[in-house]
Structure formats: C-alpha cells, structure tokens
C-alpha cells in the first residue's frame, strides 16, 4: 500500500506555470501507474494525465496535452505534474493517484487556482 501526498498548488495568473509534486510513501511503487486527476467545483472528477510504471508511457487529457507534463522518478518515489501556459478552467482541486491491478490510492489534493 502507499501514501500520496501532493503539494505545490496555489494561486497563479493566466498563462502561468506551477508545478505539482506527489511524494508516495510505503510499498510497491514502481508496481503503480501513476495519475494526476482534478476536479472543479460541480463537476465530476477527471483524468488529466497518467504515467506507467516505468514512466515510458504517458497519456493526456486533450484539455491538457501540449500545456502539461507528467513525470515520476522512481528512486525518489515522486511524480511531478509541470503546469504550463495556466487557464482560468485549469481551476481546480488535483489530486495524485495511485492504481493497479488490485488497488487504488488517492492523495488529499492540492488546490490550483487560475485568475483571468
């Protein structure tokens, strides 16, 4: 099982870049693919961007692709979300996940707040 913590979210001006961390802690990491979703207020949760195991696949929502970059580094444990040329409806709450086979974890969020 792990632990996801996420951090590096805050308030950010249109066409601006942030950059998400998310810190695993516990057993197997390698083993999960890792994703970053969001959810807007009323709105369902979605899938923005995920990674394999190994980090040699990536997928992007076509909202994101071009602007946004998912990374991990599996000696560190760590996954990384680079947030480029930021837009009002990137506004969110993001949350890191973890998934396999045989399980499912989540991180608590971070907030992302675009201003037009």
């Known amino acids: 099982q792990v632990q996801l913590v996420e951090s590096g979210g805050g308030l950010v001006q249109a066409g601006g870049s942030l950059r998400l961390s998310c810190a695993a802690s516990?057993?197997?990491?390698?083993?999960?693919?890792m994703g970053w979703f969001r959810q807007a207020p009323g709105k369902e949760r979605e899938l923005v961007a995920r990674t394999s195991s190994s980090g040699r696949s990536t997928y992007y929502a076509d909202s994101v692709k071009g602007r946004f970059t998912i990374s991990r580094d599996n000696a560190k444990n760590m996954v990384y979300l680079q947030m480029n040329s930021l837009k009002s409806e990137d506004t969110a709450v993001y949350y890191c996940?973890?998934?396999?086979?045989?399980?499912?974890?989540w991180g608590q969020g971070t907030q992302v707040t675009v201003s037009s």
């Open positions: 516990g057993r197997g990491f390698t083993s999960y693919a």
């Open positions: 996940n973890a998934a396999s086979m045989n399980a499912n974890h």
